[in-house]
């Protein structure tokens, strides 16, 4: 039992990690206020609309594709919350059926019905944010892989000279 709890509360601890060496125009992932991805200090996305990611990762075309299927499963899970919750409000409208005694199950049978829509719709938003918050990290590794953690960016593919040893001869071990 003991165990459990310490599992538990160890599920509840909040981290916050911030790289130090971070490259120009690498993009960064941080759980500060929802999750938001961001390049130079300044935030280029986040969830769950991602808007704004896709222009950022143009350049490399498997972050592109990932960017834009963040963005359009982000705007489809808002769209389906709303509808989960106002069909969650409508089913409240079956209590009416406490009131009209003569029409009691017509009543009950809608605002079960509205729940049930809205509880489908809810579990359908849920599973698109997951897929976009996935599609959004994926784009963030394929851009990085390819364009950030190197130094440049799409507005500027530029790369910076290497900082490390300028050639072999400076790493290999002293005779």
């Known amino acids: 039992m003991r165990l459990l709890l310490i599992l538990?509360?160890?599920g509840c601890a909040d981290t916050h990690y911030t790289p130090l060496v971070v490259?120009?125009?690498e993009l960064i992932l941080s759980n500060h206020d929802?999750?938001?991805?961001?390049?130079?200090?300044?935030?280029?996305a986040r969830a769950m609309s991602w808007r704004g990611?896709?222009?950022f990762v143009r350049c490399v075309p498997r972050a592109h594709e990932n960017a834009a299927a963040a963005e359009r499963d982000g705007s489809a899970s808002v769209a389906l919350a709303w509808l989960g919750g106002s069909f969650g409000v409508l089913a409240l409208g079956g209590l009416?059926?406490?009131?009209d005694q003569d029409h009691l199950w017509e009543w009950l049978a809608g605002g079960v019905a509205s729940g049930v829509l809205g509880l489908a719709f809810a579990a359908s938003s849920r599973?698109?944010?997951?897929?976009?918050?996935g599609h959004a990290v994926d784009a963030m590794n394929f851009y990085n892989d390819a364009?950030?953690?190197l130094g440049a960016t799409?507005?500027?593919l530029r790369y910076p000279p290497a900082a490390g040893p300028a050639s072999s001869e400076a790493t290999s071990p002293t005779q």
């Open 147 to 149: 364009v950030g953690s």
């Open 53 to 55: 990611l896709d222009r």
């Open 127 to 133: 599973m698109l944010r997951n897929r976009a918050n």
């Open 8 to 10: 538990w509360l160890a």
């Open 96 to 99: 009416v059926g406490v009131a």
């Open 154 to 156: 799409c507005d500027d």
């Open 23 to 25: 490259a120009r125009g």
């Open 34 to 44: 929802g999750l938001q991805l961001h390049a130079g200090g300044h935030r280029v």
